[in-house]
Structure formats: C-alpha cells, structure tokens
C-alpha cells in the first residue's frame, strides 16, 4: 500500500509541476504532507522529484541530495570492488605462495602458517576468497602433505562462509568442462580429501560435476543396445555382400567413436576417493549410478580392486597364502580415516563382500584379487566344515557361507567370465568349489548360465562371441583334427563353460557321428569345466521342452539316446563327479519316469564294462556261469579293458551318497509300475521298450554292485529277502537277484572260518563243514521265505527247496570246461604267435609272455577252485533234495508251483537265468528227486507256450527262447540215442507213467517210459511247438509275431526238426514276410531273418518216420497212457495221471469252442467213422476223438479267462481242424463234401508233402488193425474213444460229455472214472495188449485223497 501511494505522488508530482496553477499545486504538497504518516520518507525519497522533497521538507538541500546520488550510483556500477591485484597487492600474494611453498618438513605446523597468512591478508588487503583458491593450488601441487593442509584448511574455513570452499571447487571442475578439456588428477584428489575430512559436502559438489545423471542413465541404455545390437548381428545368417557393407559401416562408427568425450568428472572423483579409501562416500556416488556402471571402467575397478587388496592383506597373509609361497605383501593406507583392514572372517562381511558386490564381474581386470578372494572363501570352507565349532559360531558361520556363495555367484562367476582364458583362476576356483555340495554348485551354475550373462552389456557381448567361436570350432571337429580342435574348446571353456557346453550338448543331440570327436577333444578342460560340463548335462536331460520319444511314439528319442551314449563316454574317460547324475535319475524313477533309465546304463556299461545285450552267443553265455577272469576274458563282446579306476568312482559316488540300494529298489518297483505309470497313452512297444530298459539296468546295476562292493559293503546295504519284498514291495525275483551275492559272501566267509577252525584236508570233511555253513547262513532265509507267499504254497514246495532254487547260480551247478579249455588255448596260441614273431623286441616278448602264463595260470586256478566248488553244492543237493517237493496235493500240482514260482519268473530274468533254470530242472531229475515228475515238467513247458509268448517283451521273449532252447537241447540228446536215454532216463523217477500217492515205492519197470515212446512224444511237443508258433504268427498281433519270431530263432539249433513241420512254418512266416513288408518293417526284417535261417538248416531236417518210428513192433511193446494236468497243458503220450475233475471244468469251454469250428469238426467225426485212423497233417497218426479231447485239452490253461480269449483261441483252432481235414481228403466220403473250401487251406496250411502223405496213408492202411493206441489212465479211456468213434458225426458235442460223467466197464467188469486223453500218434488194437500193459492196469493201493488215481482189477 505504502509503494502505490508513493507510486500515485510520483505520477501527481510530474503533472502538477507542469501546470501554471499553483493552488492545484500546493493542494498536492499538502496531500503528501497529510500522508506522511502512511508513506515513509525513504520510498518518498526514491520516487518524487528532489525539488518536491526540498519542499516537503524531507531534505535540506536538492542540489546536495543529487550529488550524493551520483556518487552512490557510480560507487555502485561503476566503481570496481575487488583488489587491484595488478597493482596495489601483488606483493601479498608472492609472499603467501612463498609461505605455502616453503619445506614443511621441519617444525612449521599449519597454525603457524595459518597467522602468517591472516598477518599477509592484513597487510596487504588480499581477498580471502583468492587466499583460498591459492591455498588449494599449492595443496594440488603437494599432496604429500596432508596432515598440513587439510587442519589449514579447516582453521581458514572458520573465516569465511561454509559454501565459499565448495563454490570454488566447483568453479575449478567448471573451468575444465569443455568439449576437449581433462580435469587434473590432483583436482580429484584435492576433493576427495576434503570430502572425507567432511569440510565440503557431497550433494553440494556433485551437482558442479559433469555429465548428469540422466546422461549416464542414457549412455548405460546406449551400451545395453549395442550389446543386444551385437548377439543379433551374431546370430543372423548374413550374405557375403552383405558382410562387407556392415564391416564398412562398423569402421565409420567407430572412426567417430574416437573422438574424445569430455570427462566424466564423477568418474575421476570416485577413483580419488577409492584410491584415499573414502569408502563411505565412494558407495554413495556408485548409488547414484546404474549397477557396475561405475566399475565398468577399467580404472574405478582397479581403484576398487586396489583398496580391496590392502582391507584382505591381514586376513589373507594369516590364513590364504599356501604353503611355500611367499607373495608381496601390500601395504596399508597412510589414511587415519581409511576402512579398517579385517582380521578375521566375520570382518569380511562388513565391508569387503559389499565392495565385492559393487565390483561385480570386473574383478576379471585383478586376477591376483580373483585368486586371493578364491583362497580365502577356500580356508572359510575348511573351518565351516570342521565339526568344532559352538553353536552361536556355527549360527554366525552360516551366514557367512551364504554370504560366500552370493559373491560366488555375483562375482567369482561373472568375473571368470571375462577374463581372458586363464587356466590357473578356473583351477583356483575349483579348489573352493570342490568343497561345496554339488547342489550347491550346480545351482551356482544354472545361475550362471541362465541368469548372469543378461546382467551388463559386457557380459552379453561375451555370450555372443562363444557362441560365434564354438560354432566355428565344431564345424571344423572331425577325427582328425581332434587334438587342435580340442585346445581351442580348451580355451574357450576356461571362461564360459557353460555356454560352450550348451552348444556342444545340442550339437551332440542332433549328430550323434560328434560324439566320439567331441569326448577325445575335451581333454585340455580343467576340473571345474569337467564339473560344469556334468551339470549341463544334467540340464539338457531334464529339458522340460524335450521330448523324450519320436513322433511315432514307439521309441525313444534320438537326442536322449545320443546323451546317454555321450555321458557313458565322457564320464569314463574323465574324472567327473557322477554323484548329481545319478540323484537325477533316482529322482526320475521317484517321479515315475524310466526314461533317464537310458542314462544309467551307459554309464555302468562304459564304466564298468558290464555289458547287457540279448545277442551273446551260447559260448559268451558259457563263458559268463564260470569265474570272473574266465567272464572278462570269454564273456563280452569287447574284452574289458582300463575299466578299474572308472569303475572305483562309480562305486564311491554310489556309496558317498547312499545311493546304490536305492536305485536298485527304485528299478525294481519301477519296473513292475511301466505299465501302469507309463502304459496309458503310450504305445505297447514304447512301454515293452521301457519296461526292458528297467529291467536290464537294473540286472546291469545289480551285477555291478554284486562284482565291486566288499562283503561288508553289500551286506551292510542289503535288507534281507523278506524285508526287501514286504516293507520295500520289490517283487521276488529282483529281491533274490539282489540278495543272491549277499548269500554267496555268507556261505564263502562262514565256510572259511570252519576251515580255519578245524584244520582237516579230507574231501568229505571240507563239504561236510561247507554243508554246515550253508545250514547257518541259508536256515534264516528259509524262514523268511515262508512270508512271501500263502501257507498253501509249501503243502507242494518246501521253503528249502524254494530257497536254494533262487539263491544258487549257474556258477553253483556246472563247471563250464569247454569255455576254459577254449580260453587256455587261446592263449597258448598268443604265446606260440609270440615266439613265432621275430620283430618283436626281446623285452615286449618276455612281457607278454609272462601276462599270457599269469593269465593262463589264473583261469586253471579258477577252473579248479570252480570244480571243487561245484562238488560241494552237488553234495549238498543230494543231501537236501528229499525234502524239496512235498506233494501233499498232487504231484501235477506241485509241478504248477515249481513253474509258476521258480522256473517262469526267473528264466526270463537274465539270459545266465534262462540256462540256469533248464539246467535246474535237468539237475532235479538227475538227483531223482521224490515227488518230481520230468516228464510233466518238460510236457508243461512245451505244450502250450502261446500265453507266455505273448506276455512277453522283446527281450523276455529272447531270454525265453534261449529257455526253451537249452530245454530242448537236453531233450534232443536223450531222444538221439537210446543208450544216453537208458542212461540218464530209464531208471529215473522222473520218468514215471503212472504218478502214485506220496511215498508209494514203484520198483516197477513196467511203470518207466521206454525209449521208442519217448520219441513219440517228443514228436509231440514238436508238433505243439508248431501249432502255438503258427497260431501267434496269424493273430495279426504285433506282440505275437515279434515274440515267436524272436524264440524260434533263438530255438532253431534244435526245432524245427521235423520236415513237414519246418514246411509249415516256413509258409507262415513267408507269408508275414509278404503282409507286413510295407506295415510293419521291424516284423519284416525279424520274419526275413528267420526265414533265412530257416531255409539253411533244411538239410538238418529229418522225416518224421525217422524221428520216432510207428512200425507195428514197436507201438506194440509200448502201449501207454496220456493225459493232461490242470494247466491244460499237453501231457505225454505215456504218462498216467487221472484229471475228471479238470475235464468236467472244462468240457463247457470245450463244447463253445467246438460250437465255433463245428464244420471242421464234422469233417474230423466223419473221417473217425470211416477209419479207426488217420494221419494228421503234421505227420502224427492218430483217432479223431483223441484229436478233439486233445483240442480241449490245449485250452484247459487259460480256464476261467476263456471267454476273454475266445478270439485269440480261435485261430489256434482252426488251422488244426483244417489240417486234420486236409488227411481225410484221400477217403472218398467224407473228403467231398467240403473238397472245394479246402483246397485252399490245403495248399496253405498243410505242413506236409503229397509224397508223404501217399506214402503214409499207405502204412497206415497196411498196419491199420496191427497197430497199438495209447490211452491215458487206463483202458477206460480207450473204450470211451473206440465208442466215441462208433457215434455219429453230429454229435460231437457228446465227446467231452461223456468224457464227464461216462464209466465203462470193461474186462472182468472193472469201475474207472474216465480220464482226458491227447491225441495219440497210432491207433492201437484191443488184442494186442502185453504184459505190460496188464501190469500198468494194476490197482494202485496207495491212492492220494487229493487226486485221482487209476483203479483196476484183474
């Protein structure tokens, strides 16, 4: 208000004095005199007219007031205010550099100097101000001297304001922001001091300081798009023009590039600071800036790295220098306020993990701080892990050790990754990593891999350019060039291995041909690359994106089966730790995955040469039930060689770890669950594939711990059999697989200990004490076993018996002299070559002589101690074998457990098992054990094996051909000569006709089966043989088929034998050569290989009149029964066992199959009114009654599940019935009325030639009423098929009804019930009964309440 007014008076002033009037004049004056007390004079005076104010009486004189302005004004902007330092001053200020400049060493101290400089201001009027400034160049020019500038300085703030000394630093910094200007070092430093004596403040320095923050901020996004902008350029697939246009473009920016920037102010402020250790206010600038943008400059991280080095010096000469090296010591700053240099680990934490932190990957630019850093985080761990520590320490030291593995990961890590191929800093950091647990470690480095290269542009830069090296390298690996490629891949993965491994492993996956090049080359890695690589390995297995089967959905992945293969290589070859490995497959199975499986096995395969392949050959099979020096030498394909060391750090990472006994469990419950885990969606040959993977790594793994673990070991790991399948739920035939070497140590170390006691050489002493030791060790087991299945199970089976089965091995039984024999030959040839070789050097041949010697020496050694073995386990037998088979309900029955609890589950366990158990059975028979029937044994092995072939995988159905060929190996031999058969046969309970009640002694000869008709039925199963391989080989079914072709080939060397039967098959499989030559390739090539083999073995082949004989003579001396047991498997034509009660629960299955093929049926009744005989389409003469009770009987097996195999049934009908047609066609009758439909089928199906047939139909019209007819039981069931014959052909269905409930009486009016009877190869005549015969219709006194048995008088 008071400045409007005064505003208003001016305006009125300047009018009034214009006008002539002076009352309006004089009106104003007393306006403004009245308002004096609202206006003051002092604003009065500013605005009216001196003349006014002279008037107003507010001054003296006007003249005087504006000559006083004057001189104020010129004073005020005219008058210059500072010294004239050019001319009054210039003395002072030489005297006061003098003084500034003087030698300060001696007693002069900054108070002194600070008087004299007040005494100089004084005297000679110097500006403060510019005392100051002059004051910091003199301290720039000596830095030296700290101690005395910086209290003068701080005793000459307190004469000027507090902002004077920062305005001018800040002027100072301001001077040199020009484009090509550089701020002096001495500058920096000057500051640096002062910011830390705390006389300047840093916000108020740091905004006179260039650049800003938002162009640091922009510069740092600048450099991340360059990077980006790099791996991009990288990654395309440029042309070759185009390629010199970029590289054009690329030297035009960097041309501009050159140019220098001004500097960066904050930079040079923070390397003083750094290099004073004014930590605190270093730590605030790197705040300001984007993360390691600071130390992204090689000079700030030196600054860093240096002052690190001096905070660790104590610390590390305690407890890092190794032994023997002395290293510069590095002394401490001379700075008061410098950070305190630590002494112990906890100190670490404080301060030097935090400047760590801020250093980040740029500690690659001080490797000595790299490798001192390393061997500190090496000595923490070594306390970490000593067990003497308290709690509160063990507390403090976990928080370091979390502490250790961030800056691992933040900056050990990132730091290796730019440094420049430096061998020895990988090596160091090994040292530390290797006492980390490899989870740890492997997650150091997936976050090194995944995360750590996408944190600085440098770093992204650096990805790029390993893989633009790595893809250079591996397009140019070949065998050849392994040893140059391989020092490259050396040198690039001393940096960054995990992106070259990455790279590498995907190459791997798409060429498996890399694998081998890749593995030789990697021999220049150091161990924390070998470690690095396992874990990347690891990764691309458990590759969520992967699929781990080919688009068919039937096999598994190429890439998966490349990694496997790699891993066994590479982990054998190199020291690499297996333990994350094998954790990943055990986690796999937890999960329910088999697949990783794969990985397994090559590992074991390649590590400890144990190999697990369905080819072995019989002499490799020989070979592997002897020694192990014999199995190393005979045994696998490629003889194991160097696999010791590998296989000890397979053991160790398996027993470090605890992981053996689990992954076996886990294989074996994982087995058994493919199926049901894996089975749903996949397809049947996937799941078959998978469940063998399973099945064979878990054989190849139990086989490696049985061969590599000591005694203690094993045992120690190994739960017994019953807690194995009870509490862990393994199935049984895995348990005793696993139990089995643990019984074996047992036995050997109980047996040693009674040696050692009792000093005694006799034989019979040595196999009584090991008699005795087995007692000891096996007794606990037979106990156990009872728990694994019903008491019902040992009224037929003992556990003994049950118990010795599954624990002994092939090794226990025979000794296998011939591979022996062929191995010493062997090597008496190498040594005969050895002499013969006159080039070699004297020496070398001494050497390999004695290695042959040494090693011919150890197999008889072997052999010897082998025997002997043999022997007491043979004397043990003999002594157990009574009780084995107690038979309290039938002796079929009995056979039924055996099979279904011992022979089945274990003869498709291993290939050794499959000949394990045919030589099992054949040991029982030769034993004469009680109650134990051969021939049933071997009748239900042959008879119908359509079921278990088709339950089979590949490899089980393998392991079962290589069964049944070893079975009928044996059988083949008794059937070529009748002196081995009377032999190892005649005598033999085994070979008993008639099956008594338990414990009736039957010294009857006539009970025995002769040798004649143990060729028929051995013909028999032949012919059952063919009829199971014909019915799977036209399911259509895939399983089918691959499984029979896969066990005829496996049993050619002893089927077929018969011509007509080999003809036969060979049209079947021609004809699934034709169908699924385009379908299915894998049958095609199976089919065309068999076929192959087939047609080379014709001339081995023999007719069937001379494989058994049916002459009149013979059939005449040997009439004998023939029936089935209750599996429904086919019984010999000899063999005596009633089974009504079978019959009755099978005739109504019987009567619906025959509902199905009742046209060929008919034909079949028709041929059987005509004719007491006929000749079969595979060459057998038989009734056709005995034909259809032979069908039913063949499918009594399946019983209840009939109705679900009603479909699968029917083709195995159907060919017989057609082929029984086919033998009637030459009988005018009954031939013509179907003669058109079968012509086909004759062509087809018939196995046998017309010639043959002409000629056999022949002998049979010529002997027709001579010949002899077997019968099963007794008479009665011959009575019941010459009835059955009499009946008409509609009426078939009455044939196994009268088999139920029929009784005929006959010869003295003697009362059987009727048994089943099979198809028996001649018709037998009703007067041509022996004595024999009348002997074997004899009342057995000692029948069996649990079965039937023959009842005759005479």
């Known amino acids: 208000m008071p400045s409007i007014l005064a505003d208003v008076f001016c305006i009125l002033d300047i009018e009034t004095s214009c006008l002539e009037e002076k009352s309006k004049r004089d009106q104003f004056m007393q306006l403004v005199l009245a308002c004096l007390y609202l206006v003051s004079d002092t604003i009065l005076k500013e605005r009216l007219d001196p003349d006014t104010l002279e008037s107003l009486g507010l001054i003296k004189q006007s003249q005087q007031f504006n000559q006083k302005s004057v001189k104020i004004k010129t004073k005020l902007f005219y008058k210059q205010q500072k010294f004239n330092l050019l001319r009054e001053e210039n003395e002072g200020y030489a005297k006061l550099i003098a003084e500034l400049g003087q030698d300060l060493s001696g007693n002069i101290t900054s108070d002194l100097i600070l008087e004299n400089i007040k005494s100089l201001i004084g005297c000679f009027n110097l500006d403060p101000n510019r005392v100051l400034d002059i004051i910091l160049e003199v301290y720039e020019c000596r830095p030296e001297y700290d101690e005395f500038f910086v209290p003068l300085i701080e005793s000459y703030m307190y004469m000027c304001e507090p902002q004077t000394l920062c305005h001018i630093l800040g002027f100072k910094f301001k001077f040199y922001q020009e484009p090509n200007g550089e701020t002096p070092v001495s500058l920096y430093r000057v500051a640096a001091v002062l910011l830390q004596h705390n006389l300047i403040d840093l916000e108020d320095l740091y905004v006179h300081l260039l650049p800003s923050d938002n162009t640091i901020l922009e510069e740092h996004k600048r450099e991340i798009g360059e990077a980006k902008q790099i791996v991009r350029k990288l990654t395309m697939v440029v042309l070759s023009s185009e390629k010199t246009e970029e590289k054009e473009k690329e030297k035009e920016k960097e041309e501009e590039k050159t140019e220098k920037p001004p500097d960066n102010q904050k930079l040079g402020l923070l390397e003083a600071m750094l290099k004073i250790g004014d930590w605190q206010h270093a730590q605030s600038i790197m705040d300001q800036m984007p993360p390691f943008y600071a130390t992204s400059h090689k000079s700030i991280a030196v600054a860093l790295c240096q002052l690190l080095h001096v905070m660790i010096e104590p610390l590390y000469r305690r407890v890092g220098v190794p032994k023997g090296a002395k290293g510069t010591p590095v002394p401490p700053l001379q700075n008061k306020r410098a950070p305190k240099q630590v002494e112990n680990f906890e100190d670490l934490r404080k301060e030097v993990f935090n400047m760590l932190c801020y250093l980040g990957p740029h500690l690659s630019h001080d490797p000595i701080l790299f490798a001192k850093v390393v061997r500190l985080g090496k000595a923490f761990m070594k306390e970490y892990q000593s067990d003497g520590n308290k709690q509160e320490d063990k507390e403090k030291l976990e928080v370091l050790f979390s502490c250790l593995l961030s800056i691992t990961d933040q900056v050990l890590l990132p730091s290796l990754s730019l440094m420049d191929c430096n061998a020895c800093m990988s090596e160091e950091l090994w040292g530390m990593f290797r006492t980390f647990p490899y989870q740890y470690r492997y997650r150091l480095y997936g976050q090194w891999k995944n995360e750590t290269y996408n944190s600085h542009p440098l770093l992204v830069k650096v990805k790029a350019q390993t893989i633009d090296r790595a893809k250079y390298i591996m397009k140019r690996l070949t065998k050849e060039n392994v040893k140059p490629s391989g020092r490259q891949i050396g040198k690039l993965s001393h940096s960054n291995p995990t992106i070259l491994f990455d790279y590498i492993l995907s190459q791997i996956q798409k060429y498996d041909n890399l694998i081998t090049p890749v593995v030789d080359s990697l021999k220049y890695l150091t161990s924390l690359n070998y470690d690095v690589l396992a874990y990347c390995i690891i990764e691309a297995l458990a590759n969520p994106e992967k699929e781990r089967?080919?688009?068919?959905?039937?096999?598994?992945?190429?890439?998966?089966?490349?990694?496997?293969?790699?891993?066994?290589?590479?982990?054998?070859?190199?020291?690499?730790?297996?333990?994350?490995?094998?954790?990943?497959?055990?986690?796999?199975?937890?999960?329910?995955?088999?697949f990783d499986l794969l990985i397994l096995k090559e590992v074991v395969q390649k590590m400890a040469g144990i190999e697990i392949t369905e080819e072995m050959t019989m002499e490799q099979l020989e070979a592997m039930t002897g020694g192990e020096q014999l199995k190393a030498e005979g045994g696998y394909f490629g003889q194991i060689r160097n696999t010791k060391k590998s296989s000890q750090r397979l053991k160790d990472a398996l027993l470090d770890h605890d992981l053996a006994l689990p992954l076996c469990l886990l294989m074996a419950q994982q087995r058994n669950g493919v199926i049901f885990q894996e089975g749903e969606e996949k397809h049947l040959k996937l799941v078959g594939k998978l469940y063998d993977q399973c099945h064979d790594t878990?054989?190849?793994?139990?086989?490696?711990?049985?061969?590599?673990?000591?005694?203690?070991?094993?045992?120690?790991?190994?739960?017994?059999?019953?807690?194995?399948?009870?509490?862990?739920?393994?199935?049984?035939?895995?348990?005793?697989?696993?139990?089995?070497?643990?019984?074996?140590?047992?036995?050997?170390?109980?047996?040693?200990?009674?040696?050692?006691?009792?000093?005694g050489n006799k034989q019979q002493q040595k196999v009584h004490k090991y008699i005795t030791s087995c007692e000891l060790v096996m007794a606990p087991v037979h106990d156990a076993v009872i728990s694994l299945h019903l008491p019902k199970v040992w009224d037929d089976i003992s556990p003994q018996f049950y118990a010795t089965f599954w624990s002994l091995t092939m090794y226990d039984l025979a000794v296998p002299h011939t591979s022996y024999e062929r191995e010493v030959t062997k090597l008496r040839v190498q040594m005969k070559a050895i002499d013969d070789n006159q080039e070699m050097p004297p020496n070398k041949k001494k050497k390999e002589k004695e290695r042959c010697t040494a090693l011919q020496d150890k197999l008889l050694e072997e052999e010897k101690k082998q025997s002997e073995h043999v022997q007491r386990v043979l004397q043990r037998l003999k002594l157990e074998k009574d009780n084995w088979l107690l038979a309290k309900s039938t002796k079929n029955e009995t056979i039924t457990k055996f099979l279904q609890l011992c022979i089945f589950p274990r003869c498709i366990f291993s290939a050794i098992d499959a000949v394990y158990c045919a030589r099992f059975v054949e040991l029982v028979h030769q034993q004469k054990t009680p109650n134990f029937s051969t021939l049933l044994c071997y009748d239900r092995v042959f008879s119908d094996i359509i079921y278990t072939v088709a339950s089979c995988t590949e490899n089980e159905a393998s392991r079962y051909g290589r069964f049944l060929c070893c079975m009928l190996d044996t059988v083949t031999r008794w059937h070529s000569d009748r002196t081995i058969y009377e032999k190892e046969c005649g005598n033999y309970p085994g070979f008993l006709t008639i099956l008594r009640a338990t414990g009736f002694d039957s010294g009857n000869k006539a009970d025995q089966l002769d040798y004649e008709n143990f060729r028929h039925v051995v013909h028999k199963w032949h012919y059952k043989l063919t009829k199971a391989s014909v019915h799977c080989l036209e399911t259509g079914e895939y399983t089918h088929i691959r499984n029979i072709l896969i066990v005829l080939t496996k049993i050619l060397p002893w089927y077929p034998k018969v011509v007509n039967l080999g003809q036969a098959l060979e049209r079947r499989v021609h004809k699934i050569c034709q169908e699924e030559k385009e379908k299915r390739p894998d049958l095609y090539a199976l089919a065309m290989g068999y076929s192959g083999q087939l047609k080379s073995r014709k001339h081995c082949m023999v007719p069937e009149n001379d494989f058994h004989h049916k002459d009149q003579s013979t059939r005449n001396a040997a009439p004998t029964t023939l029936q089935n047991g209750p599996s429904g498997a086919g019984l010999p034509p000899s063999l005596t066992i009633n089974a009504a009660k079978l019959e009755e629960s099978t005739a109504e299955d019987t009567d619906k199959l025959k509902e199905k093929s009742q046209g060929a049926v008919k034909v079949i009744n028709k041929a059987a009114n005509t004719t007491p005989k006929v000749t079969t389409s595979n060459g057998n003469s038989a009734s056709n009654s005995s034909k259809v009770i032979k069908e039913k009987e063949d499918k009594e097996k399946c019983g209840k599940e009939k109705e679900k195999e009603k479909?699968?049934?029917?083709?195995?009908?159907?060919?017989?019935?057609?082929?029984?047609?086919?033998?009637?066609?030459?009988?005018?009758?009954?031939?013509?009325?179907?003669?058109?439909?079968?012509?086909?089928?004759?062509?087809?199906?018939?196995?046998?030639?017309?010639?043959?047939?002409?000629?056999?139909?022949?002998?049979?019209?010529?002997?027709?009423?001579?010949?002899?007819?077997?019968?099963?039981?007794?008479?009665?069931?011959?009575?019941?098929?010459?009835?059955?014959?009499?009946?008409?052909?509609?009426?078939e269905r009455d044939v196994t009804k009268d088999m139920k409930t029929k009784e005929n009486i006959r010869g003295g009016g003697e009362k059987t019930p009727v048994a089943g009877s099979l198809k028996s190869p001649v018709p037998r005549s009703e007067t041509s009964d022996t004595e024999r015969e009348q002997k074997r219709r004899k009342v057995d006194t000692h029948c069996s309440p649990s079965h039937s048995s023959t009842v005759k008088k005479e």
């Open 698 to 759: 878990l054989v190849q793994f139990g086989g490696f711990l049985a061969s590599n673990l000591s005694t203690e070991d094993y045992i120690k790991r190994v739960p017994s059999i019953d807690v194995l399948c009870n509490e862990f739920h393994t199935p049984h035939d895995a348990a005793f697989f696993l139990s089995r070497p643990m019984y074996a140590h047992h036995i050997s170390s109980k047996y040693d200990e009674l040696k050692k006691a009792e000093k």
């Open 1207 to 1291: 479909k699968e049934k029917m083709p195995a009908a159907t060919p017989e019935a057609k082929m029984l047609g086919k033998d009637g066609k030459d009988k005018p009758k009954e031939e013509r009325t179907n003669k058109e439909d079968k012509a086909r089928d004759t062509k087809e199906k018939t196995p046998k030639s017309d010639k043959e047939k002409e000629k056999t139909k022949r002998e049979e019209k010529s002997s027709k009423d001579e010949k002899s007819k077997i019968i099963v039981t007794n008479a009665e069931s011959k009575s019941t098929i010459e009835k059955e014959r009499e009946k008409e052909p509609s009426r």
């Open 549 to 594: 089967m080919k688009l068919d959905d039937t096999t598994i992945s190429s890439w998966l089966q490349s990694l496997a293969s790699f891993c066994g290589a590479v982990f054998r070859k190199y020291p690499i730790e297996l333990a994350g490995l094998l954790q990943y497959v055990a986690n796999q199975l937890k999960a329910g995955k088999s």
